[in-house]
């Protein structure tokens, strides 16, 4: 099986697990992202300016997320339900 598509004959298998594939990793680097600043939020010792930072990292990361989810959806909306593209995203 292709690692995210690649080396996919079929056009619209190769873009949903490349769509699946780019979700996961944003998703992944969001999740990096939140645990991080919580770390720098805990260990902060009561800095205004340190947990100022953590929530800024966690709002951002979970800010971003949305966009990508967000992203998806649209892409889908527009693929499947406005254009009928078959096999667009599952």
Known sequence: MPFCGIGEPDVAVF???LFGCGVGLVGGVALLAIIYGAFIF?????????????RE??????????????????????????????????
């Not at 805990?42 to 953590?54: A, E, I, K, L």
């Not at 709002?59 to 892409?75: D, E, K, S």
């Open 15 to 17: 873009v949903s697990r």
């Open 42 to 54: 805990v260990t902060s010792g009561g800095d205004p300016n340190r947990v100022r930072v953590g």
């Open 57 to 90: 990292y966690i709002t951002y990361a979970i800010v971003g997320l949305l966009f990508a989810i967000f992203a998806v959806l649209l892409l889908e909306l527009l693929g499947v339900d406005i254009l009928r593209i078959p096999g667009f995203l599952p």
